[in-house]
């Protein structure tokens, strides 16, 4: 009985608790994930299938870009997320992975936040001392939350160099080397 009011009471509050505001930023971030993705794959599916009549299109720079890159992503990912205990063994790559971590997101926009006027470095300042606190708690998982979301994106990013692929193949006059 107790349980059922409370149940009741909770499902119908009119303010969201934290968890569920985080919960549909994260639906928000991830919806905005797909579709930067999905843009962005047809992009690059565009300008490696450019063809402009002069020359075939090479295959070479197709799979450069939409397999070599994927391939040395995957590669930095690894050595981003290899355990402490692993990398105490393999020598140089803990170095390796403190240079891949002077290119992170958090580290360039510290950098740029040099440049914005006073009020939005005061917001941003405060927003990363507030993101470095909630790291102290929730730091194990907020790794494997950036790794679904790269993941996401990933995902839609192929699908989009896919769609775009076929598309352009399918549809259009490219001319492949032959």
Known sequence: MQLSAWLDKTTHQEDASAGQRVSAALRVATLGLVIVGLGLGWLTAAGVFYYDGSHPVNIINFMAVLVGLQLLLLLFTAL???????????????????????????RLSQLFSRFLPGRYRIALL??????????ALFGRVEKWLILRSGQVFGVAFNLGALAGCLYLVVFSDRKLPQ
Do not use: V
């Not at 405060?126 to 790291?135: I, L």
């Open 80 to 106: 981003t997320i290899l355990p402490d205990k692993i990398m105490r063994y393999l020598p140089g790559i803990q170095s390796l992975r403190e240079t891949f971590s002077l290119f992170s997101p958090g």
């Open 126 to 135: 405060s927003f990363w001392g507030n993101a470095n606190r909630h790291r």
